[in-house]
């Protein structure tokens, strides 16, 4: 995404198509080879992704004149658009990326970050042992705003979340991202997540909601993933479509609203807790469309331990939801 032009005659030519409203917006929204799409603001970009554009080939032009589009990318003809400056916010911004053996994605991924959002980056490590974490302090060196929290044994997803959110909460951050380091998640979708977080405490970078989608699974994998979803709003209810998603914004006042300590879930149930608990609150939610993409480098670490924690996790908050309900229309009709 672009929010303004790059003079450099260098750079590869892209063809532009312009959506200056929402009554020009294309039935189809496939692009050739070396197309992108050119748009006034984020409002029309959500609504060509909605239909299936892709957030990679979207270029946000709010502050310049739309005559001077065709010099505004610096890209390949087929790849991800880069601004010619990053993104820069109000709110103070904090990206937590917990990492285990990602000393590949590590450097690439903090370099991608910083094309597109100016925000700080908190690594949080759980003792690497390829050395994710000696590499995390050096570049922390190199650039002012990297910082890195080092754990002492893999503990889990969400314990290592837990612990970056309430570094971050020390520090006065007025929005708290969490993605993961592998590139599932794209760098070039932070500029929407942040836009989005205006309007909602809780913004989910959602897979399942129109417009978003998964890039390179099997059949299997689709599977999977769906059937854990419809088994979270079995128990929780379907007004979230992505539960499990780790692609996240949070105001830091939902989050300091939150007793963070009575968080249980330690695998990919925390996303869903969170989430849960976001609820409970009475949090402004919404999701977001994204495209979810296998990592680059690495394997996953999804396991049969998060499967079981699911299957037990998930009906435990249930019942407390329903004791909770209930102990509230007690107290009303007394």
């Not at 603001?41 to 080939?57: C, K, Q, V």
């Not at 990602?102 to 597109?116: C, F, G, S, V």
């Not at 070039?188 to 977080?197: A, G, M, N, T």
């Amino acid at each position: 995404m672009q929010n303004s032009p790059l003079v450099d005659a260098s750079e590869p030519h892209i063809q532009y198509r312009v959506i200056a409203s929402l009554s020009e917006l294309p039935q189809m929204t496939t692009l050739q080879p070396g197309e992108a799409f050119m748009v006034p603001s984020f409002e029309l970009a959500e609504a060509l992704i909605a239909r299936g554009a892709d957030s990679a080939r979207i270029a946000i032009q709010s502050d310049e004149s739309l005559d001077q589009i065709y010099r505004c990318a610096k890209t390949a003809a087929e790849a991800p658009l880069v601004p010619s400056t990053p993104f820069c916010y109000e709110p103070t911004i904090v990206i937590v990326l917990p990492t285990y053996n990602e000393e590949q994605n590590l450097e690439p991924m903090i370099t991608r970050i910083a094309n597109y959002l100016v925000a700080d980056i908190l690594v949080v490590d759980d003792n690497s042992p390829d050395g994710t974490g000696r590499l995390a302090d050096e570049l922390s060196k190199q650039r002012p705003h990297v910082h890195v929290l080092h754990r002492p044994a893999k503990e889990g997803l969400g314990p290592a979340y837990l612990a970056g959110f309430q570094w971050s909460l020390k520090r006065e951050y007025e929005l708290i991202i969490e993605m993961d380091c592998d590139f599932s998640h794209s760098p070039w979708d932070l500029p929407r997540l942040v836009h989005r977080s205006q309007t909602a405490e809780l913004v989910i970078g959602s897979r399942y909601v129109p417009g978003g989608g998964t890039c390179n699974w099997d059949r299997t994998r689709r599977l999977v993933s769906r059937l854990g979803n419809r088994y979270v709003s079995m128990f929780l209810g379907g007004d979230i479509q992505d539960w499990t998603s780790g692609f996240r914004c949070y105001r830091r006042e939902l989050l300091a609203r939150m007793d963070l300590a009575l968080v249980e879930a330690t695998g990919y149930v925390f996303q869903v807790e969170i989430a849960w608990r976001a609820r409970q609150l009475g949090a402004s939610i919404c999701e977001m469309p994204i495209r979810f993409h296998d990592r680059i480098h690495g394997q996953s670490k999804l396991g049969w331990r998060s499967i079981l924690e699911a299957m037990t996790g998930i009906p435990k908050m249930y019942l407390q939801s329903s004791l909770r309900s209930r102990l509230k229309s007690a107290d009303t009709g007394a």
